[in-house]
């Protein structure tokens, strides 16, 4: 019995694709605490909550708290690093992930909130894997990051594809935290959402391994340049900002959906065998006994109504005449025969 609950344990500690949500910043009004698991789809419902705007789906996290209603963030601030499921992050405050979608999905989902309140919220989204070349004019205005310093790096090399992609990542980060400081103004009281996607960590750590030297340099530069991001967002919102960062295990979060999408059943008779079923545009399965019902109620329905509507019509052409049954009920004769 133990040994079946321990694999127990250890198939729905594969299943749930393994992350961490990060808060990195929220101001009085916002309150967060514990270290309760939280769906990445749900995250769409905390930062709309932090907003002020109206949570669709009601969940029982109980990782937030809004203390004051009236005095609520101006912006969220997201940081989506994509591979990697920890990102070994001492700041801040920390709750389990479990990535059930795709970092765009939740994007959407929050933007298209804000949307249909009012079009004049700014909502940014910067994936810095699409590069300079890409991003040089964006919707922040010009990026001119700096060159990197080979002497910095210990263990990364800008002579490595994958390294150099990841440090222009890192470097496309700090050009952000500063250029924000001119580029953004905080005179509406639209509440603004800006998301930035990391993806070249998890190229980094394929290419030297979990655990190397190379991976721990490239997650000390990335949580630097979190951190510098938060710090300007702070600093221009004048700390009326939720500033947060989660993982997203791409891999992890296609094999979630994978399994969700396929259930496992045991055919008896062909020697208990496994099969898989694609679960996926099926109808729905209905006992044998389905049809039988369903005519029945079909057919009973159908005599009732008819033989209803056979005896409104002769009630309401019967003559009223002594011998009739209306007669003899709205008679006033009747009483004095009794």
Avoid at 293 to 306: D, P, R, S, Y
């Amino acid at each position: 019995m133990l040994l079946n609950l321990v694999l127990i344990s250890f198939i729905l500690g594969a299943v749930n694709a393994e992350g961490n949500f990060i808060i990195l910043h929220n101001p009085n009004s916002v309150q967060f605490n514990g270290n309760e698991e939280v769906d990445q789809s749900f995250l769409k419902e905390v930062f709309s909550a932090a907003l002020g705007l109206t949570v669709k789906q009601r969940g029982n996290w109980k990782g937030m708290s809004i203390l004051d209603s009236f005095n609520l963030p101006e912006a969220v601030v997201v940081i989506a690093v994509e591979g990697k499921d920890s990102l070994n992050s001492t700041r801040g405050i920390l709750f389990p992930l479990n990535a059930d979608e795709n970092e765009e999905t939740t994007w959407q989902a929050l933007t298209g909130r804000l949307g249909k309140k009012d079009d004049n919220n700014t909502l940014v989204r910067i994936y810095l894997g699409d590069g300079l070349d890409a991003l040089g004019q964006s919707s922040l205005g010009e990026l001119k990051p700096m060159p990197i310093d080979p002497s910095s790096l210990q263990f990364l090399s800008l002579k490595c594809e994958e390294d150099k992609k990841f440090l222009e990542e890192v470097q496309l980060l700090r050009e952000i935290a500063n250029k924000i400081t001119s580029t953004i103004t905080t005179k509406d009281s639209n509440p603004d959402v800006y998301w930035f996607v990391v993806s070249g960590l998890s190229r980094v750590i394929e290419l030297h391994g979990k655990g190397s030297p190379s991976s721990t340099e490239a997650l000390a530069l990335l949580n630097d340049a979190l951190n510098d991001v938060s710090e300007s967002f702070v600093n221009v919102y004048n700390g009326k900002v939720l500033t947060a960062t989660f993982t997203n295990d791409q891999s992890q979060v296609r094999r979630t959906r994978s399994l969700n999408l396929n259930r496992v059943y045991r055919d008896t008779s062909e020697n208990d065998t496994p099969k898989v079923a694609a679960d996926k545009n099926l109808a729905k399965k209905y006992s044998k006994d389905y049809p039988v019902i369903f005519n029945i109620i079909l057919w009973f329905g159908v005599i009732f109504f008819f033989s209803l509507l056979a005896i409104c019509i002769a009630i309401a052409s019967m003559d009223p005449g002594r011998d009739s049954i209306i007669y003899r009920m709205t008679s006033n004769r009747m009483k004095k025969e009794n």
